[in-house]
């Protein structure tokens, strides 16, 4: 008569219990990130606060009461609004040109092989390194050497060509990842070349462009090294908001900041809800 070994063992030992997380173990990774963030966040904050002071002089450094004045009055230096205007257009302009040109570069370098491809990764990440002094005392002498005057239309050829790498970066990265099945499902049911690309690859690379433009856009606007360079005689808002800094900065400057980062936000966020729109999250 046989024994069943598994009834005599009895029935198999439970695993041990597992470590109990210890109790009042802090996560420092959380609050450090809290930290950054607040960090990189107090100078917006302080800017939007002080947007709604009341300062009795030209200094807005010390908050003295709450006012919807500067609101109201947010166009009353014409110099400080033709400094905007320049700024705006300038980067539109560089969001635009450099969206367009970095798309097809990003395009063309995630996804053909050719002569050269290796050359040209090289120079766009050395445009992203190199320092702003180097790249304006540059583009500065390659203005002169061609008898070119500096003004407005070199200041938008400057921000087009340090901006173009950022935007290539971005949707060369998109299109590595794009599944080519998709594409090929479109061809095998008979849609040519550019209906391909606009309504299938365009759409899946819309949310990189919009996001390389945005960046363009930004790396535009709040430039100040290069454009110090290159702008001749035209003034944009930073350069503007340095000249004043001598004789003190008017509440209006933090006003135009703070409608600026709101603008800048909200269009963000609309990038992100049609990236989820089209991702189907």
Avoid at 7 to 17: K, L, R, S
Avoid at 105 to 128: D, E
Wanted: proline share 6%; glycine share 8%; charged share 10%.
């Amino acid at each position: 008569m046989t024994t069943d070994v598994r009834t005599a063992a009895g029935p198999p030992a439970a695993p041990p219990p597992r470590r109990a997380r210890r109790r009042g173990r802090t996560d420092w990774g959380r609050y450090y990130t809290w930290a950054v963030l607040a960090w990189l966040f107090a100078p917006i904050a302080f800017m939007v606060a002080f947007s709604f002071n009341d300062p009795a002089g030209r200094h807005n450094t010390t908050w003295q009461g709450f006012t919807l004045h500067w609101y109201r009055n947010a166009f009353a230096y014409p110099d400080l609004n033709d400094a905007m205007a320049n700024s705006l257009t300038i980067a539109l302009l560089t969001m635009v040109v450099a969206g367009g040109l970095g798309t097809l570069l990003g395009l063309a370098l995630g996804r053909f092989s050719f002569r050269g491809k290796q050359l040209t990764n090289l120079v766009m990440f050395a445009a992203i390194s190199a320092p702003e002094v180097v790249l304006g005392a540059a583009l500065l002498s390659t203005f002169l050497m061609m008898n070119v005057t500096t003004g407005y239309w070199t200041t938008v050829v400057a921000h087009v060509m340090f901006c173009v790498s950022f935007v290539a970066i971005t949707v060369r990265a998109r299109v590595i990842t794009l599944d080519p099945r998709l594409e090929e499902a479109a061809r095998d049911l008979g849609a040519g070349p550019w209906q391909t690309f606009r309504l299938v690859t365009l759409p899946m690379l819309f949310p990189a462009i919009m996001a390389g433009g945005l960046l363009a856009f930004a790396l535009s606007i709040d430039d100040y090294i290069i454009t110090t360079f290159v702008s001749g005689d035209v003034t944009t808002f930073p350069l503007w908001i340095w000249g004043a800094t001598r004789v003190g900065i008017p509440p209006q400057v933090n006003v135009m900041g703070t409608l600026l980062f709101a603008v800048g936000l909200i269009m963000a966020v609309v990038n992100i809800a049609l990236a989820r729109r089209r991702g189907g999250g």
